[in-house]
């Protein structure tokens, strides 16, 4: 005997959460034809502050709870949909559904990306679904190919620029060439950066959603805390100037990359090459770039963040979870852990680097910066030199390196900090090219 209906309670009532309860109301008949039967919003749990919210009136008040008991013992409930974001306490929340016997669906990266196999497991033991694909790439499609459409592949690669903020504003460093300030401010009049943007202009944001996805390829629990972040705010106009000049864009990248038994998985700006299909994606725009051994490359490409995107991956979660319910098949996915997956320390990767520095204007400069590199290994591989300050005789050099280990470039860096001709070290970038 199939349900008469499937009974829908939401967590939060933020710009997703409002966005995915207006499409709920709005498809409810497309809906209910796509899953078998319809789907009935029971309940919204929210914060004492939501119930100001206009919408609350467009969808009717007497949804709404601040009360958890209320929302958690109503049995009508068959997905709780859990979009409130932040760890605590939404992973108790979604710890409750799913003992309760509810399915979940959630977009909340940071939970799933800290304890998303612990949660799997507790899914499974529960026997209920635990769906997130919201959680990386808002709109795109990204956590359903990882676990069901690529898995005949052993994925070698990923190449992501996962976060819309970040790369809004490295589009207009780029583009305007303004500062990382002006950049940043503007992110923030548009909507695009939040008032503290810690998370997004360090990489963390990115860092959460690499774990998911590489998690999910490796069939392996890497957690955040396994992968090494940088941010984007030591990026100048300049940076962007020389990269033009040598052939590259630069982008928040988040690599993970198979080397035989071992993983390299890292966040940080990267110079790229300008004709590469990742340096053609701009402003909130995200792209993930998976290589596996036999699709070889894919690229997915779409709306990272935003209500309308988001609202999309959280409702296709919805009608899969609510059409296995409603046809009574048990199709969850279970995380396999393959614990033989070694995370390469940062210290071991090899790049290419791109190197600014501000040096006395002077001879037997250069000579000494490439004795400090060439005692330490690091072949360069093109110099650029500009006059920067007629007063203060002093010069701009920009150096690319051939690839060298990471390990001596921080300690050629090091070396190079002590030479009397370089006033400043302005920055360095990694290149994946
Ligand atoms: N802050 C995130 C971004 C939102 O800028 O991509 C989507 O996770």
């Given at each position: 005997m199939h349900k008469q209906s499937i009974g829908i309670g939401l967590i939060g009532f933020g710009v997703i959460g409002s966005q995915v309860a207006k499409v709920l109301t709005e498809k409810a008949e497309i809906l209910a034809d796509q899953v078998g039967c319809p789907l009935v919003l029971r309940k919204i749990k929210v914060i004492e502050q939501d119930l100001t919210k206009p919408q609350i009136n467009e969808i009717g008040r007497?949804?709404?709870?601040?009360d958890e008991d209320e929302f958690f013992s109503d049995s009508e409930i068959d997905i709780v949909i859990e979009?409130?974001?932040?760890?605590s306490p939404a992973l108790q929340y979604l710890e409750k559904a799913l003992s309760n016997g509810k399915h979940v669906v959630t977009a909340n990266k940071e939970v799933i990306a800290k304890n998303g196999a612990g949660l799997l497991r507790m899914a499974h033991q529960n026997n209920v679904g635990l769906r997130y694909e919201a959680s990386v790439g808002g709109g795109i499609p990204l956590i359903a190919p990882f676990q069901y459409?690529?898995?005949a592949n052993k994925i070698n690669g990923i190449y992501a620029i996962i976060n819309g903020t970040t790369n809004y504003i490295l589009t207009r460093m780029a583009i305007d060439g303004i500062d990382f300030s002006t950049a940043l401010a503007s992110a923030q009049r548009l909507g695009y950066a939040e008032a503290d943007p810690k998370n997004d202009i360090e990489g963390i944001d990115a860092t959460y959603k690499l774990a998911i996805l590489t998690s999910l390829a490796l069939q392996s629990e890497v957690k955040p805390d396994d992968i090494y972040h940088e941010g984007?705010?030591?990026?100048?106009a300049s940076d962007f100037r020389y990269a033009r000049e040598l052939g590259f864009a630069i982008k928040l990248l988040a690599i993970a990359k198979r080397k035989l038994n071992t993983i390299e998985v890292r966040v940080h700006p990267a110079f790229i090459p300008q004709d590469s299909l990742l340096a053609k994606v701009d402003g909130v725009y995200n792209a993930v770039l998976v290589e596996g051994d036999l699709v070889d490359k894919v690229l997915f490409y779409g709306q990272g963040a935003g209500p309308l995107p988001t609202s999309s991956a959280v409702i296709s979660d919805v009608v899969a979870e609510a059409r296995d319910i409603y046809l009574n098949v048990k199709n969850h996915f279970q995380i396999k852990l393959n614990t033989g997956v070694v995370i390469r320390p940062m210290s071991e990767i090899k790049t290419r680097y791109y190197l600014r520095m501000t040096v006395?204007?002077?001879?037997?400069v250069l000579s000494q910066i490439t004795k400090v590199l060439g005692d330490h290994d690091i072949s360069i591989a093109s110099v650029i030199q500009k006059e920067a300050d007629k007063v203060n005789q002093t010069a701009e050099a920009v150096l690319m390196t051939h690839p060298a280990g990471e390990k001596a470039m921080k300690q050629a860096l090091e070396g190079l900090s002590h030479l009397e001709v370089i006033t400043e070290i302005g920055n360095f970038v990694r290149v994946e090219a």
């Open positions: 007497q949804y709404f709870t601040t979009l409130m974001g932040g760890e459409e690529l898995v984007i705010s030591r990026l100048s006395a204007d002077r001879s037997g």
